[in-house]
């Protein structure tokens, strides 16, 4: 039983990575319809400007998130630039494609500039004010503060984003836009303007995610295929589009993997995840929160 | 008729002043010996590093006066870990620059592709790192083509599984591996050759190459209280997973494929890696006096510490050089019978004191692998 909290906090920090990388790529779609395979590159570039600005620039942890953040909103303009503008008048197909070959160019430009070693941020927790005080041990299981940063701030990261959704006029235009662009357009939303902010929104939480996890993990120029593929199972597992699915079915699969690893085979973890999408788009294709809608 | 007969005469007077220089060329125009490593594409690093040591072996015999009263110049091709490239460039070596025989290379699939084409041209190779068995098992025995002085990938396997259980005296030891080809033969010999010197195997789990999260896989690992952890798999992963087992309370005896067997390993699994243990042929610390000067030499020039990889390239390169000399021609036929009998007086860098390169019939050297330890951050041989 003891493990099994173990394992339970295990699944929490890892789903937490899945939510914030699939938060961001089920509003692009939701948004603009955009199936984003570089959003995995998102992740990774992330995770090299917070390596970057920790270990080269030395900037402290806030300015480096803030370092981040800017890198990844110069991302998101450039991606919407290449993904969306040009395209958004053809087939699906086109952005589809176009976004796996900038996931190439941006893996070999990584390649290319940091080299193919596997490479890790040194987050000297102890230097960080509140988060050096927060204990690891919650009875039988053990955090420590690197992987308990995660969940923190995800839950700080989506209860942000809910806020803007909610309450402002930008995320006002944004839900309209995902309703209908064309009656958004006509009640004044400047489409242009959303597609960019989704496009920033998007890579700032990949981004995030990319350099929090770089801390506990490994970044590498091909670290965002995995991370791709599992945010794209989060994405049909929570319902194409639907930001609250993306979140509870980003730590489901968190959890999922963890107990697979644990009570099955190591070796069967990834497989689980993708048993479930098959199963979900057989049986429920909207996606396990989501809402079956007759298209007219 | 003049005329010819001034051209005539304007020949011979030509004829008669080149013909010295070009009998004086043959003997002191540089030696152009050949190497192929990768130098661009993913093992470059491997390759740069091996690459030194090649180099340094040139630098050396050049300062020595060259081989054969010539200076020796190295040629070097880059396979790019690819056997088209890695073909392409033996031959070019071959007919283009007439190498007497090859240094290379790193990856063994390139090497053993390549090899079959230089046994075809009668050229013998040196290999450049490649450490698998395939390569050297490929040699029709008793006439080997490619030649390696240090044991293949099977001996390494079976000298670390031994090593758990006969210098560390763990006996309850669990087996992680990646899925690919690499480690899941490592756990299957590991598993072997534990089991046979009487230790027990008390869980493998794999994992797939690249997988980032080992946590829950380590926490039951935990929970089994294995004595030693055997992990197969690229370094990259290994460092990884050192690093969460301890993360995870893991307190154990920690011990490596040879592909861990990297100071990068050492840096990304940071304070970790204490303790890790992996099969090494070759560090400065070594016991083997020709290798700790060769170590000291190497450092006094590149103010860098040899490892493995540049003592490899610099011993392939001088053993080359050495049966060149002792041939005293460039004839890769010679040379190849030369390597085959006639160098077992000839000491090497790697390995225990008094290696020789003394190949096998099917052109490897024999000899037991150093188990390092890691300490205070670098391999150690001595703890």
Redesign the interface.
């Known amino acids: 039983m003891d ?1 099994f909290l ?2 339970m906090a ?2 929490v ?2 789903g937490s990575t899945y939510v914030l990388v699939a938060v961001g790529l089920t509003l692009i779609f939701g948004i603009l319809g955009v199936v984003n395979f570089a959003h995995g590159e998102f992740y990774m570039i992330g995770g090299y400007a917070g390596i970057v600005a920790i270990t080269v620039l030395k900037l402290p942890v806030l300015p480096a998130i803030a370092f981040v953040l800017l890198v990844a909103a110069v991302v998101g303009i450039a991606a919407e630039a290449i993904l969306h503008k040009p395209m958004k008048n053809h087939d699906a197909t086109s952005s589809i494609i176009s976004s796996f070959g900038l996931a190439v160019a941006l893996q070999n430009a990584a390649l290319v500039v940091m ?4 490479q ?1 941020l ?1 987050l000297d927790v102890s230097k960080i004010p509140v988060l050096s005080s927060l204990p690891t041990d919650f009875g039988p299981v ?1 955090l ?1 503060q690197q ?1 308990l940063l995660i969940p923190i701030a995800t839950v700080l990261l989506i209860a942000i984003l809910y806020v803007v959704l909610r309450y402002t006029w930008t995320g006002r235009g944004l839900r309209a836009m995902a309703q209908h662009a064309t009656v958004a357009r006509l009640c004044g939303v400047r489409v242009e303007r959303v597609a960019i902010v989704t496009f920033i929104t998007g890579a700032a939480l990949a981004g995030t995610a990319g350099m929090l ?1 770089s801390s506990v ?2 970044v ?1 120029p ?2 965002g295929n ?1 991370i791709a593929l599992k945010a794209f199972t989060v994405v049909i597992l929570g319902g194409m589009g639907n930001v609250a699915g993306a979140a509870v079915a980003g730590l489901l699969l968190g959890i999922t ?3 697979t ?2 009570y099955i ?3 069967m973890r ?1 497989v689980v995840g993708f048993v479930f999408v098959i199963l979900v788009l057989l049986f429920r294709p909207q996606g396990l929160f989501g809402k079956a809608v007759e298209r007219s | 008729m003049t005329q010819f007969s001034r051209r005539h005469m304007l020949a011979v007077m030509g004829a008669s002043v080149a013909a010295p220089s070009v009998l004086r060329a043959q003997s002191s125009d540089p030696i152009r010996l050949g190497g192929m490593l990768p130098l661009s594409g ?1 093992a ?2 491997e390759g740069r590093q091996i690459l030194s040591g090649v180099q340094f072996a040139i630098e050396e015999a050049n300062a020595k006066g060259g081989v054969l009263g010539r200076r020796i110049e190295l040629v070097m091709e880059d396979d790019e870990s690819n056997s088209t490239k890695g073909v392409t460039a033996v031959r070019r070596l071959i007919e283009r620059e007439k190498s007497p025989f090859i240094v290379g290379t790193y990856a063994s699939a390139v090497a053993i592709a390549a090899s079959k084409i230089a046994a075809e041209y009668k050229v013998a190779m040196l290999s450049g790192g490649s450490t698998a068995a395939g390569a050297t098992d490929q040699n029709t025995p008793g006439d080997p083509w490619f030649f390696r002085s240090w044991p293949d990938s099977n001996a390494q396997g079976d000298d670390t599984a031994r090593a758990i259980v006969e210098k560390f005296k763990k006996t309850r030891v669990a087996i992680i591996h990646d ?1 690919t080809n690499y480690g899941v033969t490592l756990a299957a010999q590991v598993t072997r050759v534990v089991s046979g010197v009487g230790g027990t195997i008390l869980s493998t ?4 190459a ?8 380590l ?2 690992l935990r ?1 089994l209280r294995p004595e030693a952890v055997y992990i197969g798999g690229w370094a ?1 992963d290994g ?2 997973i050192v690093r969460q087992a301890v ?3 893991i307190r154990t005896q920690f011990v490596g494929s040879g592909s861990m067997n990297s100071d ?1 390993f050492i840096r ?1 699994a ?1 304070p970790a890696s204490e303790g890790f243990a992996v099969a090494s042929l070759y560090e400065p610390s070594t016991p083997n006096p020709v290798g700790k000067a060769f170590g000291e030499r190497f450092r006094a020039r590149h103010n860098l510490d040899a490892n493995t990889l540049s003592a490899l390239g610099f011993e392939s390169m001088t053993i080359g050089i050495e049966a060149l000399r002792r041939v005293g021609k460039p004839d890769g036929l010679e040379i190849q019978k030369m390597l085959k009998g006639g160098m077992k007086d000839f000491q090497l860098v790697q390995g225990p004191a008094g290696t020789t390169a003394a190949f096998n019939a099917k052109g490897s050297v024999d000899f037991p692998n150093f188990i390092a330890v890691v300490k205070d951050g670098k391999r150690r041989l001595d703890v």
């Open positions: 493990l173990q394992y295990n699944g920090v890892i080299g193919p070693q596997p890790r040194n053990f420590p992987r996890m993990f490994f590498y091909i670290v995995m993997e963890s107990l690893s644990a085979s190591n070796a990834d | 993913p470059s690093i899925n789990d794999s994992y797939n690249g997988e980032q999260d080992f946590s829950s896989m926490t039951k929970s990259g460092a990884n993360e995870a309370g990068d990304l940071g």
